[in-house]
């Protein structure tokens, strides 16, 4: 049985950095394509980055590239999101998610063109706070 286990999340002040990890369980990294996504209060959900389960190959979108760096310990079964510069805007609950059908991650996972959230496996989510 797939499952998850985020941890991490907490209030930070602007500027701040934070990391954010999420623990499986009942899989192979190496098989999945590994995404975090957030959804922020009265937004969303919307894909952060995302991680290939095959060779690593990462992917981030544009407003939070160069912030944002994602990796995973195939060893430790986890994936880790650290965040850097952190802004009001990035306030949300932060997701990670595993897409079982395709290995390799992709803009189009991160924004769900093909339906892929409905068919991945999702955390519980984490608090991720930067106040104004």
Known sequence: QVHFVESGGGLVQPGGSLSVSCRASGFSL???????FRRAPGKEREGVSCI???DGSTYY????KGRFTISKDDAQKTVFLHMSNLQPEDTAVYYCAADPVAPFC???????????YLRSYWGQGTQVTVPS
């Open 30 to 36: 190496d098989h999945y394509a590994l995404g975090w």
């Open 52 to 54: 290939s389960g095959r």
């Open 61 to 64: 979108v544009d407003s939070v």
């Open 106 to 116: 992709s803009p189009s996972f991160l924004a769900d063109d093909d339906g892929q």
